[in-house]
């Protein structure tokens, strides 16, 4: 599996955040966090291109926001906050080397943050960051690869839907409780909830039975070791300041 991150950028500091912190306080120990993150993956098995980063853009660490990745096909997005539009240049040019590109109109709004591949399902927030139109273009681009399309409504205190809901082994998600309904997930998933103090803990990483998860979230801990998980946990508060996630930090591929 292929990975693509970014660097941090030495602006850092100046990254959005309105959700989970209020902003980023040390570029270096973000810059720690950061090479902890690349090693895991590497130490899990993937292949990882480290993208330079660019002071011109704060947020540009968060690479998952550009694309959605469907098989062989990337559907480039157009990133929900105007600051980050320049981002995803470096991002599509990489991709290309690899996967067949699909472009967003320019009054589609969507960040990848917002989408989560469930098995043969796609699941997508419909959030500040991501609108109707965005949605029903991303409808379009996993339908014809043969993918149905979910659309949840994102909680107004979380910034994305996977932010707060992930998959951490096949057929099950995991969410904060309070934040969803069942009822807001496909009927044949299972649900693993967890105190909403913990929400930012159901952000995970899975690599099969390898699952990375941020540091200092117990219960999340508890119930995936319950599943004979192994888990890999990091640290994650720069990133969390920032409204950031460890599913930001990287876009994957076969």
């Known amino acids: 599996m292929k990975a693509i991150v970014r660097g941090v950028s030495d602006s850092f500091e100046k990254a959005l955040a309105?959700?989970?912190?209020?902003?980023?306080?040390?570029?270096?120990e973000a810059k720690v966090q950061h090479s902890a993150y690349i090693s895991k993956l590497e130490e899990l098995g993937l292949s990882v291109n480290v993208l330079d980063s660019d002071s011109n853009y704060p947020d540009c660490c968060f690479v998952e926001d550009h694309a959605v990745i469907?098989?062989?096909?990337?559907?480039?997005?157009?990133?929900?906050?105007?600051?980050?539009?320049?981002?995803?240049?470096?991002?599509?040019?990489v991709l290309a080397k690899d996967l067949e590109l699909q472009f967003m109109p320019s009054e589609a709004r969507m960040d990848g943050g917002d989408v989560l591949q469930f098995?043969?399902?796609?699941?997508?927030?419909?959030?500040?960051?991501?609108?109707?139109?965005?949605?029903?273009?991303?409808?379009?681009?996993v339908t014809s690869r043969g993918f149905s399309l979910n659309v949840i409504e994102v909680p107004k205190a979380s910034l994305h839907l996977i932010s707060i809901c992930t998959s951490p082994m096949p057929g099950v998600l995991l969410?904060?409780?309070?934040?969803?309904?069942?009822?807001?997930?496909?009927?044949?998933?299972e649900i693993i909830w967890i105190p909403s103090e913990e929400a930012y803990g159901a952000n995970v990483l899975?690599?099969?039975?390898?699952?990375?998860?941020?540091?200092?979230?117990?219960?999340?801990?508890?119930k995936l070791e319950e599943r004979d998980l192994i888990l890999h946990p990091l640290q994650m508060s720069q990133f969390r300041a920032a409204d950031g996630s460890l599913t930001c930090l990287s876009l994957l591929y076969e």
């Open 175 to 189: 969410a904060p409780d309070g934040w969803f309904d069942t009822s807001d997930f496909p009927s044949d998933s």
């Open 18 to 28: 309105s959700y989970f912190g209020s902003g980023p306080t040390n570029v270096d």
């Open 119 to 141: 098995g043969d399902k796609f699941l997508v927030g419909h959030s500040s960051r991501t609108n109707k139109e965005g949605i029903e273009y991303l409808k379009e681009f």
């Open 206 to 222: 899975p690599f099969g039975r390898d699952v990375i998860v941020a540091e200092g979230y117990a219960t999340v801990r508890k």
């Open 70 to 93: 469907a098989g062989d096909s990337a559907l480039i997005t157009n990133a929900g906050h105007d600051s980050r539009l320049g981002e995803k240049a470096v991002v599509r040019e």
